[in-house]
């Protein structure tokens, strides 16, 4: 026996050289590349149908300025009070932006929740004020929605149908600018500029969307962003069927929005004006009543003449008497503001702002109060009393009105405090001219009087000219630096995106199907599986015949060029490299690890190419509990192999019958004879010795169809006659996991000089490496034969 079932490696590192090729991953799947066109061809046309029937989609796109005192020119912003400037938060604007109050009244406005659209291929348009016809509704309930299709007849008739309410069936024609009753409700039609002949015969959807859907809608399309953080620039951008109704709510909506501010500024104005006439109308009455007065003292006094001596202590007194003046007068207007503010009546009014009071921390938080209380009604519009951020205003401007009271009431105890020290003063001044008259003082208190209301009447005087002016200049909050525009193009649907996505569907999902078909693939289908799972030496790879051609077993010609007859001509030469250098005859054992591997097939066909040789070859069927070899022949035995070795008076040559398997050449057979009850103890006995002893004498290959080593153990025990086990495994049958027990028979000596044959092998790209159609086969580059063109479906659907 030869070195070569020596020179073996542990089992452990058979699998160490395994990788991964990915040029014959690629090969394998450039084989299905039909149904990759086949994929790509279906997945690109949905995409596509997708595409043709989804309504376009517009982006607009609108730069604003929210106004601040900083970016309002100077020339106007002199002349205006404070309280019209307030302090800007970007974020508070861009809630409000997103209010749904200030989307529901801009719906309404441009009517925006009447929808009209045509078909155009698969695809519905949007036309929005470009509709050859407009309807306009009686009693508008924005709750409801309806749709209806109008189709145009002539000049002046259109015909309604297909109502999503009421009959279906109903179909009405009406004329323009006469109201029709419809089971949707009364109406008007109106034709647009644009309706003419063209027409007659179209068709166009008209819905009516529910108002607080339709200004979800838009919502939900609308993105309002900060261009630069330092800076109060707005870009609201949407998106929407119609790029002329996209640009239409976004400038309505501004207009809106500034409409709606401007009433909030007024509402301060108007306040603090309502103020400013109650006081007028109270210092105006006592006014009056002091001058009454003085008017009864000097008819009474022709006027009193005081001495020289006391004009320089009445000049520093009176000094004292108007800086006290000036402090009741604050005082005044201190205790004025305090009423106010305790007044129980108008805890939820704003606080009348620049009132005058010398304390301008006060002024501040009045200020600040009346922009947050301003703010809260704004969110109370938008929601409701229950948000959590009305809430937290409510809270806020709780204790900022508390914090404005303790203000108020410190402001009086100042002034208050400065009234005593100077009121100190003048007492002590005016006991320097107690000689003066008591009517000239009488006199002087009256007067007194009568400069304080005065003066109070001219303050307020001034405010009111000064809130009047400022109500009637009162600006927009924000402006519209770049009016809405975009691309004439739409964004969506996209053409190549949906097509470029039918491609790689359509390529990725035939790959992970191909890719998981060949990870899951457990089968032995190419000689790269066997060399990756056995150090066996793989004499040969037998291609699957076609037994459509021939019913005969062997399938080998003397001169074929065939795939399956060059088969078996490399596998009786590699025969000579793995036979022992002996003399005589060379036993050729055929086994397999289980029966339907194809090694009948395999003996008969191998014999058949030997004999080709001029070779003498017997064929010996040591199945001798099935004899599948011997029922292959129509011959009629008397004895066989199971005579043989029961009898020692039955001779070699009663045994051995000639086949007609080949017509001109020389292959004998030694049936089984009849099935033996023991085969076990026959093979075991020195007659199976004899016999191949006899037969290495008379031929010159001896072939021998044993049984599957794992069913039973007679292929392990007639194995010692042998000179070369050719192992059969049957490609797509066996499972990979297999290998490693039969490269444990390889390696523990249980066959002699042991080495396989892929049986069955078809055209499979999942047999990577080797296989009959890459690199080595023979269906490619070597063959003779001319094959068949296939149709176009049986090519595609073809797996081998």
């Known amino acids: 026996m030869s070195n070569t079932a020596n020179n073996y490696q542990p089992i452990e590192g058979l699998n160490a050289h395994k990788t991964i090729n990915l040029l014959d991953i690629v090969n394998y799947l450039l084989h299905y590349w039909k149904w990759y066109v086949l994929s790509i061809l279906v997945f690109t046309s949905y995409f596509y149908y997708q595409y043709s029937k989804s309504p376009y989609v517009f982006r607009r796109a609108e730069t604003v300025m929210i106004k601040t005192p900083e970016n309002t020119p100077t020339s106007s912003r002199v002349t205006r009070s404070s309280m019209f400037y307030n302090t800007v938060s970007v974020a508070s604007e861009i809630l409000q932006l997103k209010s749904k109050e200030l989307m529901r009244q801009t719906v309404t406005s441009l009517h925006a929740d009447i929808s009209y659209s045509e078909k155009r291929g698969l695809r519905q348009v949007e036309l929005y004020k470009d ?3 407009l309807i306009h509704l009686i009693h508008n309930n924005s709750y409801e929605g309806f749709e209806f299709d ?6 002046e008739t259109v015909e309604l149908f297909g109502f999503s309410k009421g009959d279906p069936s109903v179909r ?15 109406m008007t039609l109106t034709a647009n500029n644009n309706y003419d002949e063209y027409f007659f015969g179209e068709e166009i959807l008209i819905k009516k969307i529910p108002l607080e859907a339709m200004a979800a809608y838009f919502l939900s399309n609308m993105t309002i962003q900060q261009l630069q953080d330092d800076a109060n620039l707005l870009e609201i951008s949407i998106q929407d069927g119609s790029p002329k109704r996209a640009d239409d709510i976004i400038t309505k909506m501004i207009e809106v929005y500034n409409e709606l501010t401007v009433i909030d500024k007024n509402q301060i104005a108007n306040n603090t004006s309502n103020f400013i006439k109650e006081r007028l109308q109270i210092i105006e009455s006592e006014l009056g009543s002091v001058e009454s007065d003085i008017e009864n003292l000097k008819s009474r006094n022709q006027g009193i003449d005081v001495g020289t001596a006391s004009e320089i202590y009445l000049t520093d007194s009176r000094q004292y008497q108007a800086d006290k003046n000036k402090i009741e007068t604050d005082i005044k207007l201190a205790n004025m503001m305090r009423d106010y503010l305790r007044s129980a009546e108008r805890t939820k009014d704003l606080i009348p702002n620049n009132t005058g009071l010398v304390d301008a921390n006060v002024e501040s938080q009045i200020n600040e109060y009346n922009n947050i209380l301003l703010k809260k009604n ?19 401007l709780s204790s900022m009105r508390g914090n404005i009271n303790r203000a108020v009431d410190n402001a009086v105890e100042g002034l208050r405090i400065k009234l005593t020290n100077v009121d100190r003063e003048y007492r002590r001044l005016t006991g320097k001219v107690m000689e003066i008259p008591k009517k000239e003082r009488t006199m002087l208190s009256v007067e007194r009087q009568q400069k304080v209301k005065e003066e109070l009447y001219l303050f307020l005087l001034n405010k009111r000219e000064e809130n009047a002016l400022n109500q009637a200049m009162t600006e927009d909050n924000m402006r519209i630096i770049d009016p809405a525009t975009g691309s004439g193009a739409p964004i969506s649907p996209s053409k190549f995106r949906k097509v470029g996505l039918g491609v790689g569907l359509g390529f990725l999902i035939p790959t992970i199907i191909l890719l998981a078909m060949l990870m899951l693939d457990t089968k032995v289908r190419g000689k790269g599986d066997l060399e990756n799972g056995l150090s066996i030496p793989v004499m040969g790879e037998i291609p699957l015949a076609d037994n459509k051609k021939s019913t005969s077993d062997v399938k080998v010609f003397e001169n074929g060029r065939d795939p399956l007859t060059e088969s078996f001509r490399i596998l009786r030469t590699n025969l000579s490299f793995m036979s022992p250098e002996s003399q005589g005859a060379k036993v050729i054992m055929l086994s397999s690890s289980r029966i339907g591997a194809g090694k009948t097939f395999s003996a008969l066909n191998l014999s058949a190419t030997l004999a080709f040789l001029n070779k003498k070859v017997v064929l010996v069927d040591l199945d001798i509990r099935k004899g599948t070899l011997s029922s292959k022949f129509n011959l009629e035995v008397d004895k066989g192999v199971t005579h043989y070795l029961a009898n020692h008076s039955v001779d070699l040559s009663e045994i051995i019958y000639p086949t007609n398997l080949l017509n001109d050449y020389n292959v004998d057979l030694i049936p089984i004879g009849v099935p033996a009850p023991n085969p076990v103890e026959l093979l075991l006995s ?11 004498e008379v031929y010159d290959y001896i072939v021998v169809d044993s049984v599957p080593i794992e069913i039973v153990a007679d292929g392990y025990i007639s194995n010692r006659v042998t000179d070369l086990t050719l192992f059969v495994i049957r490609s797509g049958k066996m499972d990979k996991r297999q290998l490693p027990e039969i490269e444990k028979v390889y390696q523990n000596h ?14 499979d790209p999942r047999s990577y490496g080797y296989g009959y159609g890459y690199g080595y086969g023979y269906g490619y580059g070597y063959g003779y034969e001319v094959q068949k063109k296939k149709g176009f479906f049986s090519n595609l659907f073809r797996r081998s």
Do not use: C, H, W, Y
Not at 378 to 396: A, C, Q
């Open 131 to 133: 509709a050859p016809v």
């Open 150 to 155: 109008l189709k145009g007849i002539d000049k």
């Open 172 to 186: 009405i024609k009406a004329k323009f600018n006469e109201e029709i009753q419809t089971p949707v409700g009364k």
């Open 378 to 396: 704004r969110l109370e519009e938008g929601s409701s009393s229950e948000n959590p951020i009305v809430k937290e205003l409510n809270r806020d």
């Open 686 to 696: 020195k007659r199976l010795d004899d016999l191949f002893g006899q037969l290495r």
């Open 750 to 763: 249980k066959l002699k000089n042991m080495a396989v044959v892929l049986n069955g092998v078809k055209e």
